[in-house]
């Protein structure tokens, strides 16, 4: 399917690595121009590299930190009329809610919900005047199913939803759509990370761990940035204009609900 986006220009943020590269990687083979942002230089500059070389996109990359008002007009000089926005931020750590005064939560909601809200405000109505554009959060599987431990990202992501599902009515009629990606177990540095630290806390050894979680997902598996990527793009595409408001979940089937 040619998904219509040929030539429109996508702002994708943290895209270095991760679900943020596989999402600029899948826009970028439907034809979308790229400007990508993280904050780590050699990542960000070896994946735009590596994107212009299979796809031959025009790919500017922008070494910022969009949790700043700095980073994101660094981001929005390089970029002020995207067609497609990607937000993305690496979600807070995990722990105990009793540990975490108000300079931790502001924190978190800086990153996850205001930052996403920011560049949104300054990109939609660009979107609105002409008439194509396609916004997309990338969230967390925890604002379906909360998880004890992430109750800073529990609180800032779940705002962000309720914000994003008041504004997408008003928009769609425009022809600019915002709706969520709710990534769940993916096989990324992050879900790594976690597994190690969770290893070491029940004593056990890392692939146990992954293992571990792999039988428990109901896919037996965990899911691939590649399939999150293609996932996004089709939001992205012009097909998906009747779309708005909506919260994809791709956790494998792990969330048990029927809604």
Known sequence: MDLGIKGRHALVCASSKGLGRACALSLAREGAELTLVARGAQALEETAAAIRAETGVTVTAVVADVTTAEGRAAVLAACPQPDILVTNAGGPKPGDFRDWDRDVWMAALNDNMFTPIELIRSTVDGMIARRFGRIVNITSGAVKAPIDILGLSNGAR????????????KTVA??????NLLPGPFETDRLRETARQWALKNQQTEEAALAQRRAANPAQRFGTPAEFGDACAYLCSAQAGFITGQNLLMDGGAYPGTF
């Open 158 to 169: 779940s705002g962000l939803t309720g914000f994003v599902a008041g504004l997408a009515r």
């Open 174 to 179: 425009h022809n600019v759509t915002i709706n």
